[in-house]
T-cell receptor, first 111, second 113 residues
Framework: SQQGEEDPQALSIQEGENATMNCSYKTSINNLQWYRQNSGRGLVHLILIRSNEREKHSGRLRVTLDTSKKSSSLLITASRAADTASYFCALGETSGSRLTFGEGTQLTVNP | NAGVTQNPKFQVLKTGQSMTLQCAQDMNHNSMYWYRQDPGMGLRLIYYSASEGTTDKGEVPNGYNVSRLNKREFSLRLESAAPSQTSVYFC????????????FGSGTRLTVV
């Protein structure tokens, strides 16, 4: 099964700056989801964007999806130290409800 | 509302020993999943249960078995543990339809020596 490829693998920014993470994939998807994982914890669902959607917002999060380029980006605006975590994209298959996860981007927000 | 509960949180096994990882959800979700997480490899699907009474292999099923005991509970069994099964194991659940996110448990950190 395909896996999303995330870029960059690690990102370090200052509090208040914006953070952008990217996810690319190779085959068709039904949806694309983003999750956050704090150190030593389980994953938490952040946002889902359907294949027929181009952009979605949730609080300080903005997700875009370009199915022609098979890529998505997650933008976190006005970052806070509490945003420090790993962020994973997950690809929703076209049949069924299985998700395939990428390897993640480690975001560090420095106070 | 507990969500997804996993037990135990930590476990050390000797090679060849067996154990069962427990997972229960209280959200009336139809589908449940077992993933393992290894450094640099993201999460890989071991087994899943699309609905009560069904189970299917995921990406890395070898060395594992599962039981969907009822709608709430989905257990993962290691019959003869190997050092390659040292990992963090996550259980997740979802309503089962597409376009829904997963709810994850807090994980079981397993070390096989």
């Amino acid at each position: 099964s395909q896996q999303g490829e995330e870029d960059p693998q690690a990102l370090s920014i200052q509090e208040g700056e914006n953070a952008t993470m990217n996810c690319s994939y190779k085959t068709s998807i039904n949806n694309l989801q983003w999750y956050r994982q704090n150190s030593g914890r389980g994953l938490v669902h952040l946002i889902l964007i359907r294949s027929n959607e181009r952009e979605k917002h949730s609080g300080r999060l903005r997700v875009t999806l370009d199915t022609s380029k098979k890529s998505s980006s997650l933008l976190i605006t006005a970052s806070r130290a509490a945003d420090t975590a790993s962020y994973f994209c997950a690809l929703g298959e076209t049949s069924g409800s299985r998700l395939t996860f990428g390897e993640g981007t480690q975001l560090t927000v420095n106070p | 509302n507990a969500g997804v509960t996993q037990n135990p949180k930590f476990q050390v096994l000797k090679t060849g020993q067996s154990m069962t990882l427990q997972c229960a959800q209280d959200m009336n979700h139809n589908s449940m999943y077992w993933y393992r997480q290894d450094p640099g490899m993201g999460l890989r699907l071991i087994y899943y249960s699309a609905s009560e009474g069904t189970t299917d292999k995921g990406e890395v099923p070898n060395g594992y078995n599962v039981s969907r005991l009822n709608k709430r509970e989905f257990s993962l069994r290691l019959e003869s543990a190997a050092p390659s099964q040292t990992s963090v194991y996550f259980c997740a659940s979802s309503p089962g339809q597409r376009d829904y996110g997963y709810t994850f448990g807090s994980g079981t950190r397993l070390t096989v020596v």
